[in-house]
C-alpha cells in the first residue's frame, strides 16, 4: 500500500475515533507525550490499562455474581477503571463507569450487571479500534514513513 | 362510661328519694286505713252494744212487771200486763231513735211490737188478737218440755195481727188498727231463737228496709220457775253504719264495706244495694256479688287470692293491688263478735295515698332522665368537639408528616441534583481545560502581534470567567442546599473588580456604553473574603446592567464606610522604605499560605453602586427582581435573554457577606443597585498606602474622551490628587485646548491655566519650572476622537505629531479599533497604548509611566535610546489586564510607586535578552520577582538568575520549551492504577522532573521516611509495585522529595485485594502521617492531591488533611505544572 494513503488511512481512523467518541483529548495528550526516548509510550500505556480492565472487570464480574454485594467494592473497582481510562481518554468506557457508579449507589444489582456487561462490550469495543491503530501505525512504521500527528 | 356513670347515678338517686318517701308514707297510710276501718266498725260496736243493752233493759223491765202481774193472772190482769209492758216498752223505744223494732212475744203467743219505719218516718204498734192467745197458750203446755219449738209458731199464723200507726213523739195511737198478716211486717223473735236461754244475734232483712238489720234476741225469764215467759227482740239498722262509711269514705276517697263471717254484705261506703230481691222476699248478697263494681272487684280479688287459705281471723294488708284500672290498697280487719263475727274491708285507691309521691317520683324521675339526658347529650357534644379537635390535630399532623416525606423526598433529589452537578462539572471542566490549555499554547506563540496576544487574553479571560460560572453552578447548588462556605482569603478588591470591567468593557464597547469605574480612594486595597463570589456579584449586577443598556453608561461605585477610619483615611506621605517593606512582608505572607495573617476583627463595610442609564425597573419590582426567575418585565426575556436568576444568586451572595442590595430611587432613567458588603481587611493591608503623589510632579492632563461620565469622574480624581486637567471631548476641542496651552507654554503664559488650574498649583507650575523642572504635559486621546471612517485619521494623527516632543501621549483603543491605525501609532512611537475603559489604576501607571520616563531621561540623558525601548516597556498596561484577572491575589500591579522607577530598566534588558519573556513575567508577575527587580538593578548576576526563572515560566506555558522546567524536582507519586501511574510519571518525566512512583499511601510514607533518614544513601529495596518506575539511583542521589502527588483514593480499592496482607492507607491518611511524621521538624513538604472527584467538598477534605493543592483527573499538564511550581517555589 502506497505510503501516504496509509498515512491518510491513520488520520481518517483516528479521526472516526474520536469523531465517535471512543476516544478523547486525553489520548492526543497521551501521544504527545510519546517522543523518540519511549518511543512506544502509547502502546504500553494503553496495553497496561487493558491488562487492567480486564482484570477489573473480572473482578466486577467476581463481586456482582456474589449473594449479597458487596457494593462498596463493586464502588470502588468501578472507581479505579474509571481513573485509569479516563486517563487513556477511553471516553466511552469511562461514561459507562460513571453510570455504572451511579448504579452502585442505588445498590441496584440487576442494573450494575447490565453496565458490567455494557462495560466488556465498550472494553472490547476499544481494544479493537486501538490494536487497529496500532496496527495501522506499525505497518506505517515498517514501510518506513512517520506517524502523523492527529490535529484538529 | 360516662352515659353508664350518669344513667346509674339518675336511678340511685331516684330511688333513695322514692323509697324513702314511700316508706314513711306507706307507714303513714297504713296507720289511716286502719284507722279509717276501725271508725265503722266502733260504730257497729256501738250498734251492737246499744243493741244488747236496749235488749238487756226491756227484759229487765219485762221480768219485773210479768212478775208484779204474775200473781193474779187474771184475765185482765193480763190486759193490764200488757198495757203497762206497751208503755214501757213504748218508752224504751222512744229512747232509742236507731232502733228498728222492739218486739215481745209472750209464752201465750201474744205479741207486742214496736216498729219505725225510717222510709216513710212512721211508727207502728202491732199486736196480736187475743183471741187466739189462749189457743197457743195451751199448746204451750203441750210441748212445755220440748221447749219453744217452730211448730208453734207456725200455729200462730192463724193469729189475727194488727197494727196501729202512732205519732211518734207521744206514742199515741193516731190512727185505726189494720189488720195486717202476721210476720208480714217485721221479725218477731221467736221463742225458737232463744232455745239455749241465751242471747242470740242475728242479721235480718226486711221488706221495708233496703239494709239489713241486726236483731238481737233474749228470754225473759219467770224468776221462780226458771221458765222462760216472753222472748224480748230489738232489731237495729245498719243504715248508720253505711252512713258513717260513706261519709268517711267521702272525706277520704276509696271504699269500704262490712261482711259478715260467710261473706254477706252488711254495710258498704255506696250507694249500692245490699239486699237481693229474691221471689222468696229479700235476702243478703255475697260482697262478690255485689252491684258495686270496685266492691266485687275487691272482694274476688281477695276470695282469688286468699281462696283456700282465706282465714277472716287473719288480717290482711295487700299493697298495689290493680283492680281495674287502678292500683288499690285492700286491708282487712276482723272483729270477733260472739256470734256474729265481722269482715271489714276497706279499698283504698293507691292514687290517694301514694299519688302525690307517685307524682313527684314521677316527675323526679322525669326531671333526672332528662337532665341525665342533656348531660349526655353535652357529654357527647364535648366529646365529639374534643375528638374533632383531636382529629383535627391528627389531621394536621398526617399533613405534617407527609410534609416531611415530601421534604424528605426533595431533599433527596436535589441530592441527586448535586451528584449530577458534580458529575456534568466534571464534563465540563474537561473542554473547558483543554481551551484554556489551547489559549495557553496560542499565547506562547512568537508570530502574534500586540492585538492578536490582547485578543487571546480576553479570550483566555472570557474561559476563565467561563470556567468560573462552571464552577458557580456547583456552588450554586450548594447555596441552595444552604452548604455554601465562603472562602476567607486575602485578594485585592480594585484589581478584580477592574478585571471585570476590562472583561465587560470588550461587549460595552459594541453597545455603544460607557463603562466607568468609580472607587474612592479609601477603598482598601487588599481585603478578606471570597474573591470569586464578589466578583461573581459584580459580573451578575454589570452584566443584567450590560443587558438592559442600549446606550449611556455604567457606572461601578464603590466607597468605604471603615469602622477604624483613623487609620485608615490619613495619607501617608510618601516613604520610600515603608512601602517596600510592606510589598515584601506581603510576599512573604503570600508564600506562608496565609500563616501569619492575623485574624483580628478588622471589618469594614465597603458600598458599592451599580449606575446605569438602561430602561430602569419600575418601582413595584424593586423587591420581586431578587426572586428566581424574576424579571422585571417578562416580555424582555426574548430580547435580552437570561434565566433570571443571576440577581436571585447575587442577593443571596450579598447576604451571605453579611452585606444588603437594593435598588436605589435615581434621578434619571436607568437603575440604581446599592449593596454593601462586610468584609475583613488584613491588619497590615491598612498601612499600605499605594498613593502617589502627583502633585509632585507637577504634572498636566489632557483628557480627551467620548464618555462624559468616565471624563468627568477622572478628571476630579485627578485634580484631587494634585494633578492639572484640562477637558476634551471632540477632536476640534482638543486641537483648540492644545494650541492654547502648548503654545502658550512656551512663551511662559502663566494665564494658560486660567481654565482649570487653581493660582496655587499654577503658581507652583512656575516655580517648578524655574527650577528647571518641567511640568510633564501628558495627553490622553481616545481612539474614538480620531475619525477611523474616512482617512482623516492620518491626518489628525500628523498634527499630533508636531506635539511629540512638547507632550506625551496615552492612546486609548478599543477592541474594535482598526489594525492600520494602531500600526500607524506604533510607528509613529506613541508607545503608551491601554484598552478602554480608563480607570484609575491605568491612570496611575500611565503617570507612573510618564514620570519614570523623566527620571531616566534624567538619569540617562539619552533620551532618543529609550524612545525604542519604551515601546515594549510601556506596554505594561497590557499585560497587566491580561494577568489582572487570573493572578489578582499573587500580582501586586500597583506596586510601581516610587521604586517602580527601577522597574522600566531591568525590564529593557530582559526584553533584550528575550523579546517575548516580558509578558510572561507579566503572567506569572508575582511579588517576589517585583520585590527581587530593584535591589537587582545594580546587580547583573542576580538579574540574570531571576531571568532564569521567568524564563522558566515562559516555556512552562509551551508544549516544547517547557521540557526541563521542573528540572532539579524529585517528585514522589503515589498513585495506585497502573495507567495513571505511567501517564503521570512520563508527563512530569518530561517536565524534567525525576519521578518515584509508589503503589498506595503506605509505601510513600515509607519513602518518605526512608528519604529523610537514610540519607547517607543505604539502599535499602523498598515494597514497590512491578511496575514502579523508580531508579535505584535516584534514592542515591536524592536527600529528599520536593513534591508529593497524591491520589486521594490511593490503595483504597487495592485493600480489598485479599492476596495483598499489607495495610493500605488512603491518600488522605498517608497525608495525615506525613503531617504527623513531620511535626517538630522545619520541613513542610507540598502534598498535592489527586481525585477524580470534581466536587469543591472534596477539595475541603483535601486541604484539611494537610494538603496543599488539588488537581483534578484526568491531569490538566498545564494545570499541574503551574501548581507544582507555585508550591515549590518557596522551597526552592
Known sequence: ?152 | MLAILIGMLTILTWHFTRVYTTKSINSLAYGLRYELLQRPILRMWNILNSTVEITMAQVKLSEYVIRRYDKPMAQTAKGEVYEVMRDVTWALFASRKALNAITISYRNGFVQAFHRDHRSNNTFYIYSDFANTSLTATRKSVSSHGGWNDQSLDDNVSAIWYREPLDPVTGKTTGNSKKIPPDDLIDIAGLSEVADGTASWHVTVSKYTNSPLLSAALPVWDSPNESIVAVVGVTTALYSVGQLMKELVDFHSGFMYLTSQEGYVLATSTNAPLLRNLSSGPKLMMAVDSEDHMIRLGARWLKRTYDDKFNPRNEIHAENVRLGKHQYYIDSFFLNLKRLPLVGVIIIPRSYVMGKVDQRAFTTLVILISASVCILVVGCVCILILTSGVSKEMKLRAELISHLDARRRAEASSNFKSQFLANMSHELRTPMAAVLGLLDILICDDCLSNEQYATVTQIRKCSTALLRLLNNILDLSKVESGKLVLEEAEFDLGRELEGLVDMFSVQCINHNVETVLDFSDDMPKLVLGDSARVVQIFANLISNSMKFTSSGHIILRGWCESSNTGTYTNKFPLDQKEPRSAVKAKSNQHGNHGKKTTKKDNKIVIWFEVDDSGCGIDASKWESVFESFEQADPSTTRTHGGTGLGLCIVRTLVNQMNGEIKVVKKDGPGTLMQLYLVLNTPVDALRQNDQVLFAEHNLTVLLSLNGTKGRSIMSCWLRKNGVQTFEASEWNELTQILQEILQGRNTIAKSSFKMQCSAIESSKAGEIEIGNLAAEFIIIVDIGLLDSSTNIWKEQLKFLEKYLGKAKFAWILNHDTNNAIKLELRRKGHSMVVNKPLYKAKMVQILEAVINERSLELHKNGLSTIQDNLHDSLEIPFNYDAASSEESDTSDGRGFNSISAFHVEPKLVERIMSPQSSRFNEVNNSLVELSVRPTSQNLPLKMVSSDRKEQNHVESCKVGPMKNSLEGLRILLAEDTPVLQKVATIMLEKLGAMVSAVGDGLQAVEALKYMSTAEEGRRRKLPMRDDETISPTHFHELPAFDLILMDCQVGKSLSFDASREMPKMDGYEATKAIRRFEEGTESHIPIVALTAHAMSSDEAKCLEVGMDAYLTKPIDCKLMLSTILVLTKRVL
Open chain 1, 1 to 152: 500500500m502506497d505510503l501516504t494513503q496509509m498515512q491518510r488511512r491513520l488520520v481518517d481512523y483516528t479521526s472516526s475515533l474520536f469523531r465517535e467518541g471512543y476516544l478523547d483529548d486525553q489520548f492526543t495528550q497521551l501521544q504527545q507525550l510519546q517522543d523518540e526516548s519511549n518511543p512506544d509510550f502509547v502502546f504500553e500505556v494503553v496495553t497496561l490499562f487493558f491488562e487492567d480492565s480486564q482484570r477489573l472487570i473480572n473482578e466486577l464480574g467476581e463481586a456482582l455474581d456474589q449473594q449479597n454485594v458487596d457494593f462498596k467494592k463493586v464502588d470502588a473497582h468501578v472507581h479505579q477503571l474509571k481513573g485509569s481510562s479516563s486517563s487513556i481518554g477511553a471516553q466511552r468506557v469511562k461514561n459507562v463507569c460513571v453510570i455504572f457508579r451511579n448504579y452502585c449507589e442505588e445498590r441496584n444489582t440487576e442494573r450494575c450487571m447490565r453496565c458490567l456487561q455494557q462495560l466488556k462490550h465498550e472494553n472490547s469495543l476499544v481494544k479493537t479500534k486501538l490494536e487497529t491503530l496500532f496496527r495501522l501505525q506499525q505497518q506505517i512504521l515498517t514501510a518506513g514513513g512517520s506517524i502523523p500527528m492527529w490535529s484538529e
